[in-house]
DNA sequence: AGCGCATCATGTGTACCACAAACTATTTTC
DNA sequence: GAAAATAGTTTGTGGTACACATGATGCGCT
């Protein structure tokens, strides 16, 4: 029957499970993900490429270390993603100025046009995703998740370890 | 501590990116689950396998079908989740009485011993994870997650017996 | 009775992502 | 300068979801 990516059944949460908000965020957080991939699947383009791309149209010139920062990505997760941004001329690596060592990240035109038509495609989805809330709750859900993931946040100091 | 505004040091999401409620989902969606697995892996348990046996603790027999739909598992990734459980000797397949097809699971009492304390290990690593908030807060929390994943998840059907 | 189709469990293969460890080239620090 | 720290890279592990194909079985309809 070929049903599309949304779930064919009426799976309910068990209840058990819906007590525990770290279940839910991390269920609904692979979700989210998902449905973001999909979203973006007209494009080629990764939501983990896709964040890249977010965050080097708003810099001018970033080094993949920080670009990692940026969206808490690990440094060797960048790398793939980078090849795969470059290799598709969405971004350029050039020699960075000052240290040999480091790339200096641009975003091209052609990835400025696909962050275009991306951020309309993620937006569509989080709209899909969020479509039982308010306008008003999902700033609340927003700011909630903010402050849990900033706190949670990346890692440096991995004491989350446990 | 650790929160840092986004200086030097301290991680902080990018600007671009915190607007995005879907990317915030995603991401401390899997920071959750590694966080999760973390936590139980002194018990040698996944958060695939915690949920699991969260729900079989609670219901007399079912079926490998019942429970994925239960916590929104595929039924391929169930049969090596079952495995697992099996021969670690936390659950139990048996014939079920009524379809051959079919396997009835039941919980051992190891099953639910580990359970209990995957539960308490599992409650520490939220509390870790909703550090920032505030109980009231979490509760909102909770409630606009449980409501965006009962839509996203499920179609609307909403029998979650309890 | 028999046939076709739905369903349960399963196996295989794909995709996404994070992270640890080891290595090279380079910069900093002492 | 030699040692320590850092940027980027490669490789391997762990966790998860899902599509698709298969074999066994159940079920409805003729």
């Known amino acids: 029957m070929t049903i599309g990516p949304t779930l064919p059944g009426p799976p309910g949460l068990h209840a058990a499970l819906v007590r525990h908000t770290g279940y839910l965020i991390s269920r ?6 998902r449905q ?4 973006l699947e007209s ?6 490429m896709w964040g890249a791309l977010n965050v080097l149209a708003s810099e001018e010139m970033m080094t993949q270390q920080e670009l990692g920062k940026s969206i808490g990505m ?3 997760t ?6 795969e941004l470059e290799s598709r001329g969405l971004v350029q690596r050039r020699p960075h100025p000052s240290d040999r060592r480091a790339h200096a990240l641009y975003i091209t035109q052609p990835g400025r046009d696909t962050l275009a038509r991306g951020r309309r495609l993620a937006g569509k989805a989080q709209d899909q995703l ?7 709750e999902r700033a609340v859900l927003h700011d909630l998740l903010l402050r849990v993931a900033q706190a949670a946040g990346q890692g440096t100091n991995g004491p989350i370890k446990n």
């Open 28 to 33: 609904l957080g692979s979700h989210a993900q």
């Open 36 to 39: 973001f991939s999909a979203a």
């Open 43 to 48: 494009l080629a383009v990764t939501p983990r």
């Open 74 to 76: 690990d440094p060797s």
């Open 78 to 83: 960048m790398v793939a993603t980078i090849d």
């Open 130 to 136: 969020l479509a039982p809330l308010s306008a008003e």
